[in-house]
């Protein structure tokens, strides 16, 4: 996974607070953008710190990895901001070669990005989901405002189309022993899984009827009423693969809470097990994403915000379902946590339990 | 539940294979019936310990709990036999009140059941599922053949659509904190699972369509297409009970091979978070009985043929999948085995973890 999580793990709660006392510190802008190879990103705004609006004044960003066609990229800055009890505004601006023009987000001021000031302040002590990490505070990621009016969805939606149509298998590592992909469609893509990404279990969250549509063995089934779950099953025990399978509703929050307790806890026991686990669904944008951030926020108790931009920077085409990962938190907890906490606190002592950072 | 099994736990294995050499040892039969108030069942049979064929002086059987109509009862009798590498013959006979003439099971001689002298010898030392309990071999439990031809499968659907037509819940104690029946049919019964059962989580493995068919609210939700999941979930949340649904096909010994790790290892956890939990499906026969019965043999390690004493003892209406729980087995070892040990004997340390005797 990205690097920015590797050094440290959580910070203790009294240093966090301490830090939002602090009126000056590093925050973290960070955007995400469908760019082509060659592109630089940046961040300008009202402060001086970002250029006093002047784009050849303000700081660059840099990619989690290099930008690629077709699908999108993370992109993030840690700046140094004097006072941040004071109002100001900002806008990411990118180019796509060095010698372009920069190119503004949105349509014009009206869509500038504002901070108001307070939220240092704001945030109570009692407040779990602390934005504070390692020293910086995390702006939530963002995605550029496209001019001409191009939506998240619709950009999600040519991504995925893109990895179906080259009938390909797209994933990113969240961390050592955990990937986020889209579904497998093919024997070659399982082989891939287990002789490459050393892979030794499988969680699936595609419906019966989506497994049938993306089907993992298309050759020996062409018959859509032979790919039955069940020849799934058989055909990732040929594979020596441990395979789980949750079929939850696509685009629905809701169905994402009722998942994601029994998801994160199955998932924290596998990797806990010694597994390496591939998460998918069929893009791997949303119903697998939402279990990995269960798994990162309920099992290893990482906050909310920290989540949100780990799950970005490693897999940036992911969909963050904040709802459905705060609704599904206390019932994680009434169902599982005590024991889950004993759990990796047991896996902390034989030093055998992976840090999310990879 | 049933006091057979209170008393200790698992033997050690050099103990059972001690047993197993000897030729003289004590044998529970057991037997299930559909009888009403009144009744006596017994076992006779060739050897002078079952009566040499004689009924009035054959051992008489106990119910583990006393018999009611429209529901079938356990009745067993533990039989200390002198030489058990010699083959014999017996049968079940019952009388539904003492001056009724003893009515035997089955049609004939041909239908005698048959011991072959073998079965002490041949159980190799590798053989996991012991078959000796607390110093009593097991024979597996079996069902009253019924002259008039009643399958048990028309038995479980007699039962099944009587509790239906009382729009009624008929469930059992498996153990301390673990229930088996059939699905909550009204806010009554949920009520009645939450004040007197004390239940704190459901686990539950209708598919949406048979929760639709059995829905626990329908007062409130006469139209079929508002019985939505969403609704249920809404409703035990209304409840504060903890609620975990794993969808499964009924009557497919493979969809609950393929379910069964998960529910084991799901339902192991919230009984040792110090959750009370009532595991359900429509009857509380098929679905439900094989997931407690994988928490019984995979969590608490307990052999299969023990596994499938305690719960028909309990609850003498289940239907056990030895098949799925033999499929599931290594599969729940493969993914969960080790850290669910861990868990155990944490729990144990902690005393916290129950037993399986009640």
Redesign the interface.
């Known amino acids: 996974m990205c690097e920015l999580f590797c050094n440290s793990g959580r910070q203790d709660l009294y240093s966090v607070q301490c830090s939002l006392r602090r009126k000056s510190m590093k925050v973290r802008f960070s955007v995400i953008s469908f760019v082509p190879p060659g592109t630089s990103i940046a961040v300008v705004g009202s402060l001086p710190e970002l250029g006093s609006w002047k784009v050849s004044e303000c700081p660059s960003m840099s990619p989690s990895s290099p930008p690629k066609s077709m699908e999108p990229s993370f992109w993030s800055a840690d700046i140094a901001v004097d006072d941040l009890s004071v109002p100001f505004e900002y806008k990411f601006v990118r180019k796509t070669n060095p010698s372009a023009n920069w190119e503004w987000e949105g349509y014009g001021s009206h869509d500038n990005r504002k901070w108001d000031g307070k939220e240092m302040l704001s945030t109570p002590a009692s407040e779990q989901d602390v934005k504070v990490f390692d020293g910086v505070f995390l702006l939530p990621p963002t995605h550029f405002m496209e001019s001409q009016g191009m939506s998240e969805y619709s950009h999600t939606t040519r991504f995925y189309n893109s990895v179906k149509e080259r009938n390909d298998m797209h994933y990113n590592r969240v961390s050592d022993n955990l990937w986020v992909g889209s579904c497998p469609r093919s024997r070659r893509h399982i082989e891939k899984l287990r002789d490459e990404l050393k892979v030794t ?1 499988l969680l699936n969250f595609q419906t019966h009827e989506d497994a049938k549509n993306n089907f993992p063995d298309p050759e020996h089934f062409p018959e859509w009423d032979k790919r039955t ?2 020849v799934i ?1 058989d055909l990732f025990k040929e594979y020596s693969l ?1 395979y ?4 939850t509703t696509d685009m629905s929050t ?1 169905d994402r809470a ?1 998942m994601l ?2 998801a994160a ?2 998932l924290g ?2 990797i ?4 390496a686990v591939y998460v998918h669904c069929n893009a791997g944008v949303g119903r697998s994403v939402a279990a990995a951030c269960g798994f990162l926020c309920y099992c290893l108790n990482h906050p909310v915000r920290l989540v949100h931009h780990m799950m970005c920077s490693s897999r940036p085409v992911a969909y963050f379902d904040e709802a459905a990962l705060r609704a599904g938190r206390s ?1 994680f907890q ?7 906490r ?2 990796h606190e ?1 896996g902390q002592k034989r030093n055998c339990f992976l840090s999310a950072g990879g």
């Open positions: 279990c779950p069940q099953y441990a789980v399978w949750i079929p809701q009722n307790p029994q806890f199955i026991a596998l806990q097990n010694g597994h019932d009434v169902k599982y946590g005590d024991v889950y004993r759990l047991d």
